[in-house]
């Protein structure tokens, strides 16, 4: 049995959506989650600048005594986990294969859309893995620029004018294109499964990178003997490096738990 906590962190709101599974797929862990909220959105900077702020992230995380970390964020594990990994010398997760692994289970078709950062879709991650794994696949990819930055402000709800527009704009020509499996390639984008499965249809399979990726990380921890006794609660801690309030508010809604006062801000170019 080891209790020593998980690290998890994203540039923002997006990896509650790890979070969130990993409640209900390893409740008995203890999680230390940071969102890089004053750093928001790392989907259209440089490599070079995504791994430096990466760095720092799990700079930040490692001042905890962690025994595995979970980067719940498409743009650092397409760009930076090769190295974050290289550099570490504890398990670290990332989001790419778990979620291309999925993708070609649910897929009948052969024709698997990814929508995700710019920063990712530029990496060519997503399509290398699906292709490394099944040769046959026809890989699709659309970034999706303003989506982080309508859910990191809390534009999530059906109804919503802008987001609506924003995705028939983005996904109406993925559809078209007669997919049957879509990626949500950023961890963010899960907080708006209801509206893109709206635009996709009934005939179009979601993936999710958070979800994924959490039961990778429960593989993971069982082959490692890293597991927490299962007979146990688990607390979660939430970092960021912004105003706590405006994290909370939103954190809230998706979480349906109160997190006022909970989250505590940190200076992360401490580290």
């Known amino acids: 049995m080891d209790a020593r906590p998980i690290g998890v962190f994203d540039s923002g709101l997006g990896g509650l959506t790890a979070v969130h599974s990993l409640w209900k797929i390893l409740p008995e862990e203890n999680l230390i989650y940071f969102g890089d ?49 290289a550099e570490n010398d504890l398990p670290i997760v990332g989001v790419v294969e778990p979620t291309c692994r999925r993708a070609l289970l649910v897929t009948k078709s052969k024709k698997v859309g990814i929508i995700a950062t710019l920063a990712s879709i530029r990496s060519g991650a997503y399509e290398a893995t699906l292709r490394r794994l099944d040769p046959d696949v026809e890989v699709i990819g659309k970034p999706c620029p303003l989506f982080v930055p309508l859910v990191e ?42 509206i893109i ?24 921890l069982k082959a490692e003997g890293l597991r927490a006794d299962e007979n146990r609660q688990g607390e979660t801690e939430f970092y960021v490096s912004d105003r706590p309030e405006d994290f ?15 989250a505590r801000r940190i200076d992360i170019d401490q580290y």
Do not use: W
């Not at 909220?37 to 790392?42: D, E, G, K, L, Q």
């Not at 004018?161 to 294109?177: G, H, N, S």
């Not at 499965?197 to 993971?220: H, N, Q, Y």
């Open 37 to 85: 909220t004053a750093r928001v959105p790392y989907g259209g900077r440089s490599k070079e600048t995504i791994l430096k702020y990466a760095r720092q992230d799990v700079r930040f995380l490692r001042s905890f005594d962690l025994k595995a970390i979970l980067i719940a964020c498409g743009t650092v594990t397409t760009t930076s986990l090769d190295t974050l990994q």
């Open 248 to 262: 909370e508010r939103i954190a809230s809604v998706f979480l349906r738990e109160n997190m006022r006062h909970t």
């Open 153 to 194: 402000n809390g534009r999530i709800q059906r109804g919503d004018v802008v987001i609506e527009t924003v995705a028939r704009e983005y996904l109406e020509p993925l559809k078209a294109t007669g997919i049957d499996t879509l990626i949500l390639g950023c961890t963010h984008y899960p907080l708006l499964t209801e």
């Open 197 to 220: 499965a709206d635009v996709m249809g009934p005939d179009v399979t979601l993936v999710s990178a958070g979800e994924e990726s959490a039961f990778e990380l429960k593989r993971m």
